[in-house]
């Protein structure tokens, strides 16, 4: 569905909105209903700035960063990193770890009941590697 109104170019449709309703559901945020917090935060989005930046949807890449990578700038961060994603996240783990491994110095986590909101859905896990990766910053 997302494809095919992507194709036809009418990513306006109600039948879009629900297909990309449903990705998210399994991708962006499993937690039913959605937490209060993840709905305000949609309410503060801007949509013309995403879609001149972006696009219609994260599918539909057709704004000004269309053509942007950095890919193969990511060895120059000299600084810890952390790369984080849950095992059901729209950044997929395989992403995830390739992207980390390009920077020197990174940790890689997988957070493996979440998709994309781990900091929601495991919440004292977020917060216990984050603060590990930051005692681990304040040792480096």
Known sequence: M???????GTTDSQEYREAIEIFYN??????YPP????????????????????????????????DF???????????????LCGRFDEAT???????SSLVPNS???????SSHTGYLEEHDEYVRIVNEFLTDVEEF
């Open 93 to 99: 783990p395989q992403s995830t770890a390739y992207f």
């Open 2 to 8: 997302i494809n095919r109104c992507e194709s036809e």
């Open 107 to 113: 940790n890689f986590h997988v957070f493996e009941h």
């Open 35 to 66: 937490p209060e917090k993840l709905l305000e935060g949609r309410k503060l989005s801007n949509s013309q700035i995403y879609n001149q930046m972006w696009g219609p949807s994260e599918f539909c890449v057709t704004g000004n960063l269309k």
């Open 69 to 83: 990578d950095c890919t193969e700038r990511l060895h120059e961060i000299n600084t810890k990193s952390l790369f």
């Open 26 to 31: 399994k991708h962006l945020c499993r937690l």
